[in-house]
Structure formats: C-alpha cells, structure tokens
C-alpha cells in the first residue's frame, strides 16, 4: 500500500512538474512568406524554384534546413530551466476551441512536435522556430500547414494532452516581408525585414528617431564619433572636477593652518595683555604680583626649603669580630714528627 502510494504521488508530482514547463512556452514571433502568388507554387518535388524564389522580397533572411524559404513560428522557453516542447500541438485551426470535442479528436486537428529531437529541448529563455510549410516529411520543425498570405489567422499551442491551451496570439494580415513579435511587456508589434529576429531576443523598433538614425548613419561613423566625444567629455569633467577639488582642500587646509597661528598670536596677545594691566574686564594680574610671586619662587628653591648640611656622615662605626678578616682564613696546620 505504501509503495502505491508513493508511486501515485510521484506520478502527481511529475506530471505538476510537466504541467507547469509546459505553461513557460509562449508564442513569439510569427513570419509569413508574404510573396506574391506565383512564389507559393511549389513543382513535383515540393521546393520553390530559384527563377520564383528570387521575386520573392528578400525569402532568403531566413530558410530552413534545406534552404528553402517558408512561413516560420518561433517559441519561447520563458522560465529559467530548460524544458522539452515534445508533444505539444500547434495549429491555426479555429475548430479546436470547441469544448465538446475530444482529445483524439482535437489532435487530428492540429500538427504535433515529435518527440526524440534535441532540438525540442530548449534551454532557459532560448528559443524554437518551425517553419509552416505543410511538408511533415522534411523534420520535426515542419508542421503540417502553412499560415495564409494576407489574410488575418490565430495560432494556437496546446499542451501534449491536446486539451490545455499553453497561449495564443492573432496575427492581422502582415505587410510582404515583415513579421509579427512579441515584446517584453507581452505586446505585439509588426517589425521589418531588417529586424525580424529569428531564434534570437526580440527588439524593440517604437522609436522613429532610432530608424531615422539608422538610415542617415548606416555605417555607424557619427555613433561611433558621438561614443568616443561622449566619453572624452566625462573624462574633460573628471579633470576639471579632482583640479578644483584638489585646489579646494589644499586651500582649507591653509586657511586652518593660518586659523591655528592666528588663534595662537591672539591668545599670546592676550596673555600679554593680562601681565600689563589687571583690570576687571580682562581679569589679569598686575605686573608686581608677577615679579613677587616669582621672587618668592626663588627663594623658596634656592635656600629657603632646604636645611644647610655639612656633607659629613654622622655614623660611627663599632668594631666587631664578626668583621675579624682572621676568620676568613684557614687554619694552619701543625706537622708532627714521629719518634
């Protein structure tokens, strides 16, 4: 019984686990070939023909593995783990929103990821692009329908039980060339040719200032003139700024040194000014009391605080035999002779 129970909980945990992976995937960027008619028509193989492909504006910006050019839809792993979109469903068909259908029916519906590619892997907010050709057979990032030029259409990405639907997004007929991109505050904005950004972070072109100035400076010189004048300024300003800086504590510190002179003549001065006179404003004392406080300084240390000796011991010494030097000598020792 406990063995079923945590084989049911870990089922529970995983799938939890599964579930919200699945939730981090959000549409991206969509691109549709928008040529004219004759650049849909595909011969007996199922590629474009060179001579249709070049009348095509710019079909080449991105293609897919067998460099042909095709509509393209990217997703975006949004979490900061990696996560596999195997399974997943994507669609442009309306009919897979009704709730009354089943799963199985759902999924004959809409083209499934397979699964057993790496590439389906995607790492922390990386990025898949699959292209809507209609042609399965070429790989797992071909789907199995293709978006239609000019005409307005929904994607919609299911999760791999064909029943939660992971996101969404309406794309409006897109201008030929251009495509449709989700931005970071999760709006969407139709970008040009120049900066559609497959598989890679989508920017923001809201700015007409910034495309004025991509055109008038395409090579970059006044940026890069710009950059380098940006940077000597601040460097200009960190001069002048330590130059006067330097300047002002060199000059407090002189005038604290010229405060503690003055500070010392004037409290010499004072002192000055209290020996000459012993007035009452001043509280100082008078000159006389001076001279005989000091007077009677001098007599105290030079003979009045002190008694006259004569430098002789008075000690007398009294003899002892305990300093009798005859006890620090041994005994003689009388020899006798034997009869």
Known sequence: MRKLLSIVSFLIASSAAMAQGAHDFKLNEVFVLGCPKQCTAVDDSGYVSPAIAESCPKPEFYVDEYAQPASWIEIENTSYSTHDIRNCFLTINPAVLDKNMSAPEREKLMSVIPAGDPRTSIGAKQRITFFADGHTNRGTLHLNFTLPVGEPFTIYLFDGNAVDLLDSVRVEALPVGSSYARLDEGKWQVCEADDMTPNAPNVTYNND???????????????????????????????????????AMNRAAKLARVRAIRAIHEQAARVVEMAKQGTTETKGVEMENYAAAIGLALHEYFGGTHDLESGILTINQTPTTWADKSHELRVTPQHHQAN
């Open 209 to 247: 200032k910034i495309k004025e100035f991509k055109e008038k400076d395409p090579h970059g010189i006044a940026m890069t003139l710009m950059c380098m004048g940006v940077v000597f300024s601040c460097l200009i300003l960190l001069f002048v700024f330590f130059h006067i800086f330097g300047w």
